[in-house]
């Protein structure tokens, strides 16, 4: 009888340590890491900054593989192809996910929805209302009353048409009650050099990049597009307090897999990003860069992505906006 009990106890502790095996054997040894954007940019810095603490977290390899164009949607139309073992995860942000789905609706080569199971929301950030530290303007009330004084130069630019900084530009102007024309640029650079020179009397885009140019003296942050300051910078006002109501837009950036990966990988990939995002040096070096991590689970992201898309669905109608 002891022999027995012995040889079961035997038998269960192999086969336990061999699901545990099997389970770290399903990851494949190279995970990509798939960004849509050149490397340098915002979304290729978190994705490097992560790659390293994620890849001591899984015990495999993760790379950066950069695959840029088409504002994000090569590389969402690469991952929706790609092995669904795990292999490849998109790291986009919430301009691919939602505003391109919506603006694209019926163009795209992927649906958001059928082609990908969201993984984990990694960081957020809002968006600013600036203008020029020369340009006289120092708050909502004072921009609204200098764009009704000139009307033939009411105008605002952004980082690129048919973006999240240009609709979040509509929604402000909607919401203030102004009238403004929107003037695209090819970047967040060029909009800043634009906004600096007068050619365009104020610009939306993220927190993230007016917030240096603000610092150093150059520009001015009116507001930030969200309900609440921003914890990383709690000295510039929201437009919310400032009178202007329903401005909550924030920018993230979330993990994707193709819809065919297994929901055990799925897990694994959410707890995984769920630890790095907790360490202290991890949280350090976003904050340098004015991110904060947002950690949202896979089940929560799908949520917060069904909401996205329902808010900003009439707003982009509303726009009248077609893509070239």
């Not at 192999?14 to 995970?31: N, Y």
């Not at 593989?65 to 998109?90: E, H, P, Q």
């Amino acid at each position: 009888m002891l022999k027995l009990l012995r040889a079961g106890l035997c038998f269960s502790f192999s086969f336990f340590v061999g699901q545990a095996s099997a389970i770290a054997a399903d990851l494949p040894f190279t995970i990509n890491l798939v960004v849509g954007y050149p490397p340098g940019g915002s979304v290729d810095t978190v994705a490097r900054l992560l790659a390293q603490p994620l890849s001591k977290e899984l015990g495999a390899t993760v790379v950066v593989d950069n695959r840029a164009g088409a504002g994000g949607r090569i590389a969402a139309g690469y991952t929706k192809a790609a092995k669904a073992d795990g292999s490849y995860l998109m790291i986009a942000p919430n301009s691919v996910t939602t505003v391109a789905t919506l603006v694209y609706a019926g163009k795209l080569n992927f649906d958001i929805r059928k082609d990908f199971a969201p993984v984990a929301r990694l960081v957020s950030y809002p968006f600013a209302l600036s203008v020029a530290a020369n340009s006289g303007i120092a708050s909502p009330a004072e921009l609204a009353t200098w764009l009704k004084t000139h009307p033939a130069q009411a105008n605002y630019g952004s980082s690129g048409a048919g973006g999240l900084a240009h609709f979040s530009g509509l929604l402000y102007a909607k919401n203030a009650g102004i009238t403004w024309t929107h003037v695209p640029f090819a970047g967040g650079a060029p909009l800043i050099t634009n906004l600096l020179g007068g050619h365009v009397v104020a610009g939306v885009d993220t927190l993230v990049d007016h917030y240096e140019q603000a610092r150093t003296g150059k520009l001015r942050i009116l507001g930030i597009f969200s309900p609440e300051r921003y914890s990383l910078t709690p000295d510039i006002p929201t437009l919310e307090e400032q009178g202007i109501k329903g401005m909550d837009v924030m920018g993230w950036f979330g993990a994707f897999v193709p819809a065919r990966t297994p929901p055990e990988v799925v897990a694994r990939y959410d707890d995984a990003f769920r630890k790095v995002l907790s360490s202290p040096e991890v949280i350090k070096r976003l904050n340098e860069l004015v991110l904060q991590p947002a950690y949202m689970s896979h089940e929560a992201l799908r949520d917060s992505l069904d909401a996205e898309l329902a808010m900003w669905g009439p707003v982009i109608k509303e726009s009248g906006f077609t893509p070239e």
